[in-house]
């Protein structure tokens, strides 16, 4: 938990309303808000800049992948710092995983980390960091992350 | 054939530009907080809106960019076509930050 109480509430309050299913994740905050860095950044374990592969070429982007917002070229990127595909989300000794979340498009939304106990870690945006049990807690149409569409994998 | 601007082309007084840069930001910040997507930031119509208010939101930018509200390197780089960030400090926040406001005060803007 970080923050103060009233902070914390507001913020629960906001991101359980684009996320309806994370009222029933028993999740957590475990970051403060900020800029620096966004999911694709915090899956790949870094909280200094901010992945993404933005047209204008103002965001980090591994050199060599296409920069463009497509499945491929997100896997591309995870491939350069160790990880394959996979086939599903489960816990597997020795190995950390990744999720990516598209769109009804397959354009890529979010990706989540796999923590050593099973639960997930994400950072929304430019919100905090949370802690949540399901990977489906941040799916959904509209303002959430439409549906996992690739697991990924590396050994640890 | 040279292009020209009507001479009627809208200018906004100092604290009618603030106050509409500033409701700009407010709906752009309510609606993408939770967006990684930098393009899908950019593209939100209030981003479009500050992009077409042109070099007079600079300054407002810029004080945004050190208020670390949101991400407003690409409306300032779409502005002034110009990026005083270099290539291996893409993405790295704080270091942007530095790079636009030294190139801020360089400029001679002041916020």
């Known amino acids: 938990m970080v923050g103060n109480n009233t902070w914390n509430a507001y913020a629960k309050e906001h991101l359980e309303k684009q996320f309806p299913k994370l009222a029933t994740d028993n999740y957590a905050l475990t970051s403060p808000d900020t800029i620096d860095y966004n999911c694709v950044a915090w899956a790949a374990e870094t909280d200094e800049a901010w992945w993404w592969p933005d047209p204008m070429e103002q965001e980090y982007w591994p050199h060599g992948v296409p920069r463009e917002e497509t499945l491929s070229a997100f896997i591309a990127a995870f491939q350069t710092i160790g990880y394959e595909t996979c086939e599903d989300a489960s816990l597997e000794p020795s190995f950390q995983k990744i999720a990516i979340y598209a769109d009804a498009q397959n354009t890529p939304r979010h990706v989540a980390r796999q923590l050593p106990n099973g639960e997930w870690i994400s950072k929304i945006g430019q919100y905090e960091d949370i802690q949540h049990r399901a990977l489906s807690s941040l799916t959904g149409d509209l303002s959430a992350y439409g549906k996992v569409v690739q697991v990924m994998k590396r050994a640890v | ?111």
């Open chain 2, 1 to 111: 054939m040279t292009a020209t601007v009507p001479s009627h082309e809208p200018k906004y007084e100092p604290d009618d530009l603030e106050r509409i840069f500033n409701h700009l930001v407010q709906w752009v910040l309510t609606d993408t907080r939770s967006e990684s997507s930098t393009l899908h930031i950019a593209i939100h119509p209030g981003y479009q809106q500050i992009i077409g208010l042109g070099q007079p939101a600079i300054p407002l930018l810029l004080r945004e960019v050190e208020r670390r509200t949101g991400r407003w390197f690409w409306a300032l780089k779409a502005i002034t076509r110009q990026d005083p960030v270099p290539p291996d400090d893409r993405g790295k926040t704080k270091k942007m930050i530095e790079a636009w406001l030294d190139w801020g005060q360089q400029q001679g803007y002041r916020w």
